[in-house]
């Protein structure tokens, strides 16, 4: 396999503003670290699932790799090209090779613009297609194969179901015949019924298309079911990442292994003891030192309260950054999920 | 599973008919009665004013010594051909209220749609492009906020002269920081909109943007303030015309008619009064008709 | 088995659009034991969150309740006057919402926001003065305590915003929870949290449940919560009741094809490489709903016979569903 996307210390920090008088002190301005030295690649053809909780960075990531939000530092690799230092031209030639595919199918779709609008969106800005009735065709073809009618074509999208309308979001990234998807929890707002529908569509439309995926989701059966392999993100970082069967079989990351345990499953009815993670997820705006997990970690040491874990491998493709890895703790009480 | 489908039995879908949310807010305004009335007022006056040639009885500028404040028809001394009364000169009120409209409603259509289109341009680039555009639109809109209007407005019309144009100019000067301020707002909110970003991941341009995704969603409050401040422009005009800065005499406008009158106002009350009343009812109208698109067309007055 | 706290029969709730009347709620019935655990599963759209605000005498026009009875410890709720219903609620049943952050008044602060319960609800304070006062902060303060905010005599004093999504979960639940309710509706009250943060509120709402010996009615769409979390779950399709029975029970063996298609749609690590089954098609618009089975147009098993108005029918001890296809008829 093919390396086709390739991040290499990506980082996103957001300045805080500083009010007047922070200004005139001269106060430093407060920095949150959305995503912070984050490295990973995606081979051609796979899902790479991210997961993590709200506010952990991973749709900021997902962002900052598509430049919909400019990355502070690293660089991104596409296809053996600096996505990062690009122009404009050549990122608005570049769009139509990677795409995204967002999370709220009522916000991300314009409410003034007809389905055929929305849809045939890339074929115009691109020159992809030689006349109107051709964009039509075209995105008439992706509509059905996403599952719309064709009647359905010139209506408004506050006409449509929540799972319709993530359809019509699907058609518009895929109009334009892209290799590579950041799909920014594209099932999360669905009904359990709908999500398992579009979850379908979504692996259909990869093998048909080849396409890459970067799947970003909180919800780890979502992952365990789709991924092929899975970087899981703390406060800005990737704090484990490997193949899926590894990760679920054996979690290495103390945050890891408690998302897991967290998880509510059908499967075993009951009540289960399971790792309690206490306190919330720390600010962004004061992130703790050392390793970041330290607050809530029931593991922690006082190394764990000065100084950040490295990443060190533990298997094959699969690193964690974790001071007690060697230890080889597990918290879940029967070691798989 | 042999069962064959019934499709007269299937759950119905949703409606066939594509009804873009523009249609489905006309649709709400109509159920609006009080909102509807003040619209047909509105539009009658804006007919009276087209077609005033047509209707007017008399010539509004024709003196008839003779009539010299000659009472409305209901009163003695008044006649029906001259319904409302004649002013100082002799001259037809109704037939002034009449050729009086075009100047107020020109002069408010005018101010209104120059203001807005700035206000459109100005905000959507404050809005979108932020950075230094931002602030120096902004600063601009804080100082002229900062002059109270009608002497801004008594200010340039001393500086420019009288005139038609000049007090179109006087009035939008100040009025597009209206629009301006209310489409920064808007497309503040809506450039963070899912939607906005997803036409950015297609490679839109920052035209295409603001121009087709933008501004089509902010519209509807835009519109709403517009008519709100075209009542408010109505006023001004007569304002500047009752201190004898706005249209130039004989030209009939509401604004000086009801300064010509003030000097008699015990002995010929309908020389002040009737203008007065045109003007209270055509702002009155706007008013009303605006809260009804307001309600109809603003989300966030919605369910 | 003793008579149950809450006894709703033939629930009807609709709502007046423009486009037409539509059925939210269509002949619910709903028991609710003493102690018990009841998950009320169902998607949106499913009258799941409706059914009980009508229970809670919550239904805005243009909703209004059309038929049923809604008997609460025997005494008909939907006989009372607004203001003995003001009484029952926060007293006798209590909700929490999905939302904690819309559901809290931003402008008071959590220590006022309790007080209010008990300043409405609780005869046992001092009639008035400092005293009252002072009872009803130590109460707020033991409340804040009981799920599991530290330091809460001076959290009392924080407003909303400085909480986190959990703890205003949390404060929630304090709230209902302040006059020790018979019944606590939990409506969606972990769907906006992290899982970490998921887990330790359902903890907390089974511990005080044990604690006070109160019955929870967890309503959600996450069949895990369920599984995890109740004795008995109802499952809900387009404003009907379509299956009951213990949770085990109905996660093992489910009857109903729509039950069965949801518990294939959820996704899990243990179907790696399967294709998933999802259910085809969507919810049926509730505007005029033909009398067949709802779930008709979806239905991978559906026959002649399922366009004929379906009852509820017996499957087993405790057991109910609407489907022709599984159980008896009850008579």
Redesign the interface.
Known sequence: MKTLLKVESLSKHYEGRRGLVGRLTGAPHTVVRAVNDVSFSVERGEILGLIGESGCGKSTLGRAILRLHEPTAGRVMFDSKEVTALDAPALKALRRRMQIIFQDPYASLNPRRTVAQIVGLPLRLHGLASSEAEARAITARICERVGLKANQLDRYPHQFSGGQRQRIGIARALVSNPEFIVCDEPVSALDVSIQAQIIALLLELKREMGLTYLFISHDISVIGYLADRVAVMYLGEIVEMGPVEAILARPRHPYTQSLMSAVPKVEASGRRARIRLTGDLPSPLHPPAGCKFHTRCPLALDICRSTAPLRETVGEGHIAACHRLGEDISLLEDGAA | ???PP?PA????????K?????HRNLATFAANRLAMASAVVVVLFVLMAVLAPFVAPHDPNETDLFRRMQPPAWLPGGEWSYALGCDALGRDILSRIIYGARISIFIGTAVILVATSIGILAGLASGYLRGWVDVVISRIVDILLGFPYLIFAIGLMAMMGPGLWNIILALAYKEWVIPCRVVRGETLVTRE???V????????SRW?IMLR?IL??ILSPVIVVSTIRMAHVIILEASLSFLGLGVQPPTASWGSMVADGRAFILEAWWVSTFPGLAILLLVLAINVASQGLRDAFDPRFQE | MSAPLLDVRGLRTVFETRAGTVCAVDGVDVSVHRGECLGIVGESGSGKSVTFASVMGLVKSPGRIEAGTILLDGCDLRGLTPKQMRAVRGKDIAMTMQDALTALNPALTVGEQIAEVFDAHDYTLPRRGSARARAIRDKSAEMLGLVGIPSAESRLRQYPHEFSGGMRQRIMIAIALACRPKLLIADEPTTALDVTIQAQVLELITEIRARLGMSVVLITHDLGVVAEHCDRVMVMYAGQVIEEGPTAEVIAQPQHPYTRGLLASIPRPALRGQPIRPIEGQVPDLIGLPPQCRFYSRCPLHRDACLAPVAMRSAGPNRRVRCILSGEPVE
């Open positions: 599973m042999s069962a019934a039995l299937l759950v119905p879908e949703a409606p066939q594509a009804e873009s949310i523009f909109l899912e939607y970003e997803a036409a950015r991941a297609l490679g839109a295409h995704e089509p969603n």
